[in-house]
């Protein structure tokens, strides 16, 4: 669209200031660039680096996988010194060990991703808990609440302010927060700080996405559904009822793979998605349209 053409739009709820002269200017001096779809997979994400908190299990350790098989170079971190090794050795990419929940931590993550690879184009901020003390509001205590905000929430805002700055002066790149299905859907059977802290992740990221979409920054919250991870495993490993109860709201019948969300992830990562973002990504198995399910 050239700007001579938006002005016919003035009409139209929500658009008529894009007829503001300094914008108009602004849109005539340099069009938003559509970059080509016509890369082959296995190059997508060639000369690519990405930043992967949580890689050392479940989704993350699918997302680092996948990203590399897409063609990026990974940085594997994790809380979990062995597992973020074990991660970066079989993606062939940098190891670090990290609390994503501590701001020393959080800098020394993209410090290092930037010293090793001079770079930093997609951010996976996937690292998160939920532990069993978190649970109905009438029985979680402070110090559960507190850990699990920590870990899920200002994690993610730790992380976003770290990478931030290295994108701009790039003038692009990909951050993907890993929020959950929760942030958009209630549920009796409750863990009340994990659900609030994934529903801050989701306005945190929509408010990124809008705020930094003119500097070529894309920001979406990826929003799974439940996934056969070890995170969801030892939850209901000790009372298969609890699993029952939740497999029927899935129209699908079934829990995801990490590696269909991983498949999510390297969509939002690379330039297939370049008009994606402050999205309410949900990839969830039809639970959150869901009233009832098939029998
Ligand atoms: N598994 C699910 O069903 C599901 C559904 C929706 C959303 N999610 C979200 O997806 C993300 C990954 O979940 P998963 O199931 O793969 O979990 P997981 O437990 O398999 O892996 C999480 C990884 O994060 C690491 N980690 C934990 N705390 C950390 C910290 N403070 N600093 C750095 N690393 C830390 C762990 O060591 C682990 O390797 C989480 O944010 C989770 O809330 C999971």
Known sequence: MRPTEIRSAETLDGVIQLTEPTLLARYARSPPSCPTASVPAMSRLEGR??????????IGLAAARRLRADGADVVCVDLDDAAARAAAEQVGGLAVTADVAAPDDVTRIYASAADRFGRIDVALHNAGISPPEDDSILTTGLDAWRRVQEVNLTSVYLCCQAVIPYMQRAGRGSIINVASFVAVMGSATSQISYTASKGGVLALSRELGVQFAREGIRVNALCPG??????????????????????????????????????????????????VTASTFLVDGGISGAYTTPL
């Not at 680096?49 to 479940?58: D, E, K, Y």
């Not at 939850?235 to 991983?262: N, T, W």
């Open 49 to 58: 680096v990405a930043v992967v908190t949580g890689a050392g299990s479940g």
């Open 226 to 275: 439940p996934v056969n991870t070890p995170l969801l495993t030892e939850l209901f490993a000790a009372d298969p009822e609890r699993a029952a109860r939740r497999l029927v709201h899935v129209p699908m019948g079934r829990f995801a793979e990490a590696s269909e969300i991983a498949g999510a992830i390297s969509f939002l990562a690379g330039d297939d998605s370049s008009f």
